[in-house]
Structures are given as C-alpha cells and as structure tokens.
C-alpha cells in the first residue's frame, strides 16, 4: 500500500446511468467506517455524483460500451480523494467547462452546474481531459472529525 494511505479502493463499471447510483454508494460503504460527518458524506456523494453523471452523459455521448473507473483512496492524515476517469470524448476547453450554466447537452436541458457543485462541496476539484481520449476528475475532502 503507498505511503500514507490508510485505505484505497478501486471500481470500473459500465457507463450507464444506473450506475451512479452504484458510485454513491461505493462512496458511503468505503467512508462509513472512519469518522465521517453525516454532512461531509453527503457532500461527497453529491460532487461524486456530478463527476460520475458527466463521465455518463458527456464523456461517453452518443458512444457504446464505455467505462468508467472511480478510485477512492482515503489518506492518515484524514484526506479524501476520488478520481473518477472515463476514456470518451473529453473536454474541448476545461476552464470553459467549469464556468456556471456552460454546459454541452443543451438538448436534454442540462444544467451545466456539475463542476460549480464539484467546487461547492470539496475542497480541492482538479480537472485534466485530452480531447478525444479521456477526463480525469479529482475530488478532494478532509474530513473534520479526523484525529
């Protein structure tokens, strides 16, 4: 195990939008052991969600059989960090994407706040995509009841 890390986790699933569903809940059994706020659980699932609805509706639009890999790895020092990572179509302009109400699939009347909701409840969000080949987000959190 790396240095560090008090426990890790790693899932590759199917890109269907049942399963994000599955992420949250990957998220509350690998969390629930350590102290955890009720609100900082919460918080995860919720930016967890948004990573992995973007990885479903825009990594993988209009393409089959994609997947996506979430890794969950939780630090001594009381840090949280999920990456989730699919290999679709990525993201043209990155900053651009992380601008409230931007958003791609105005289609289906999408709302384009998933990276101000990412933002808004961790601490740290990291964003790296190749166009045509793959996203990468990084959700960061330290939990407050840590000792």
């Not at 969390?31 to 993988?60: M, Q």
């Not at 960090?81 to 601008?99: C, K, L, N």
Request: some cysteine; hydrophobic content about 40%.
């Amino acid at each position: 195990m790396r240095r560090n890390v008090k426990n890790s986790l790693s899932a590759v699933f199917s890109a269907q939008s049942e399963n994000e569903s599955l992420a949250r809940v990957m998220a509350a059994g690998f969390l629930l052991p350590h102290p955890v706020t009720a609100e900082e659980l919460a918080d995860i699932k919720t930016a967890l969600s948004e990573a992995v609805t973007n990885a479903l509706v825009h990594g993988y639009r209009e393409m089959e059989g994609g997947r996506v890999k979430v890794d969950f790895c939780l630090f001594s020092d009381g840090r949280v960090r999920i990456t989730v990572t699919d290999h679709g179509h990525g993201i043209e302009d990155v900053e651009r994407a992380r601008e409230p109400f931007f958003t791609t699939d105005r289609a289906h009347e999408r709302g384009g706040m998933g990276f101000s909701i990412m933002e808004t409840f961790m601490d740290r969000v990291r964003v790296k995509s190749v166009l045509g080949r793959s996203t990468r987000v990084v959700l960061e959190k330290r939990l407050s009841l840590w000792k």
